[in-house]
């Protein structure tokens, strides 16, 4: 079924002047109604509507079945119990979907793994007052699994609804993603053409992006020509697409990782067709939408649990060593004074999540005004290192103020190592894709650190860790950030530490 939207499918005109994007946007007329409902043409918001009045249903119904009746207690036949329980089951609820994961696109995951996932969500919500029950009141306990069972069917019933729904919105093209295609003639044409007979994808495409521009003379019922790849940072900024879909040559890897970026800094989701996985490393995921296989750049790390009790183990972990450790601190801090004169702190700004800048500290291992000729890296033998600075740095007791960043939030335990926007700005010109260290918090330790202990020497080394820092990136996981903290207690203690 093709695309009722004009607009996208009129051939490419020359345009008179040398803006193309300017030309060809300000051409455009019509308004797809989705830029006025961008919040509510979000799976997520589907999702929330659908689960809220899939709990409150199902609330009532356990109410006026398993909990109202002839010899209840009267405190529960009033209006009081029964908004405070309808209360507390919908915020219950939507904490245990949302721990769960389960607020996210609907084209991550099929309908049967939502099912899935839900059951799992419930069940393991349900499992601590399920064990209270069984061993005070076996009656309870059948209310309760009659509670869990009802509430699973109303949510998957209701999501099921809510799915339809919104598939058929974006069917009649009520609701769209705005769209830009990215790429080379015959795989740009076939791909436009799969969206156009695929409506349901919700994709409303703005217009194509081609390496070059002569690849758009020929084509009939063409999609709208807005640009050549080598704009394609005005082009985003001009468009302003809540979806870029790559389909470049498998031997486009820089041009491929550029785009990904520029898309990625401006917070833009990308995806690519399957004969592009081999030369994407990293946070890649394939998934299908409605039986075509797509891959998603950048997906979702962690799941909110997960991220949860990864920033709660920082805060814990993070003040426990600050308190407790003070005396110590306070004797380091000593030391450094009477070895050399200055602050015992040094504080220099480092690049964390998202591009923030911001302060690190640690302890002074260097003498005062080390960096007065400008930043530089530290290499071994460094005579601007002190004596005591040489064991603090051997040791990684220098790091310890990091603390305070972690428990910021500026930092994380485990995660790429920040480095100085000096040196990352040097780095994006060199190494593409350098900016996806960038999307998770960078760490006091690392995947890196504990595989190697040379300092980076050369832009080849600074490649060489990159991969390694993917690797994190891409495996993500609570049991990952244990290993890397076990590790580095033993690279510590095994004295193998940077000097």
């Known amino acids: 079924m093709p695309f009722d939207k004009t607009h996208i499918t009129e051939g490419y005109t020359k345009p008179t002047s040398g803006n193309v994007v300017g030309e060809i946007i300000g051409a455009t007329n019509t308004v797809s109604l989705s830029k006025k409902l961008s919040v509510f043409q979000s799976p997520v918001f589907f999702q929330f509507v659908s689960d809220f009045v899939a709990i409150v249903v199902c609330n009532i119904t356990f109410y006026f079945l398993k909990i109202l009746s002839p010899e209840a207690n009267p405190v529960v036949q009033t209006w009081e119990f029964f908004a405070t329980f309808i209360l507390a089951g919908l915020t219950f609820g939507i904490v245990a979907l949302w721990l769960g994961g389960l607020y996210k696109n609907w084209y991550i995951r099929s309908p049967f793994d939502e099912f899935f996932t839900i059951i799992k969500a419930v069940v393991i919500s349900g499992i601590i007052p399920v064990l209270i029950i069984l061993i005070e009141n076996g009656a309870l306990r059948y209310k309760l699994l009659f509670f869990l069972g009802l509430l699973v069917f109303s949510l998957c019933t209701f999501r099921f609804i809510a799915r339809q729904i919104q598939r058929r919105l974006r069917i009649k093209g009520i609701i769209t993603l705005p769209t830009v295609i990215v790429g080379c003639g015959n795989k740009v044409k076939e791909l436009f053409k799969q969206v156009q007979s695929e409506p349901a994808w919700g994709y409303d495409i703005q217009g ?59 917070g833009i ?143 994380s335990l485990v995660g790429p190592r920040p480095e100085q926007p000096k040196f990352v700005e040097k780095y994006n010109a060199l190494l593409p894709y350098y900016n996806r260290r960038h999307r998770v918090r960078p760490g006091l330790t690392g995947w890196w650190q504990i595989k190697y202990t040379t300092y980076e020497e050369s832009i080849e080394e600074i490649e060489h860790r990159l991969r390694y820092d993917f690797f994190y990136i891409e495996n993500m996981s609570l049991k990952l950030d244990i290993e890397i903290i076990v590790r580095t207690v033993f690279v510590v203690l095994s004295g193998h530490g940077q000097a």
């Not at 807005?226 to 985003?236: A, K």
């Not at 900024?237 to 520029?262: F, Y």
């Not at 750049?297 to 962690?302: A, C, Q, R, S, T």
């Not at 972990?317 to 000593?334: D, E």
Request: neutral net charge.
């Open 208 to 266: 194509v992006v081609l390496t070059s521009a002569a690849e758009m003379f020929g084509w009939n019922n063409s999609p709208r020509f807005i640009g050549e790849v080598t704009n394609i940072e005005s082009i985003l900024d001009s468009c302003k697409p809540g979806v870029v879909l790559l389909a470049l040559d498998s031997a486009d890897h820089e041009q491929m990782l550029r785009i990904a970026s520029h898309a990625n800094d401006r």
């Open 269 to 411: 989701s990308v995806k690519i067709v399957p004969d592009l996985y081999e030369i994407v490393t990293g946070q890649v995921k394939t998934l299908q939408i409605y039986g075509s296989p797509l891959i998603e750049v950048n997906p979702e790390l962690l799941k909110p649990w997960e991220e949860a009790i990864k920033r709660l183990i920082d805060i814990v972990f993070s003040a426990a060593v600050i308190v407790l450790g003070l005396p110590v601190w306070l004797l380091i801090v000593a030391i450094i004074k009477i070895e050399s004169r200055g602050p015992a702190l040094f504080k220099q700004k480092r690049v964390g999540k998202n591009g923030h800048v911001f302060w690190i500290y640690k302890f002074r291992s260097m003498v005062q005004d080390a960096e007065k000729h400008g930043q530089q890296w530290t290499v071994v033998g460094d005579p601007r290192v002190t004596k005591f600075g040489w064991f603090i740095r051997k040791t990684h007791i220098d790091e310890i103020p990091q603390m305070w960043n972690i428990l910021k939030g500026e930092m």
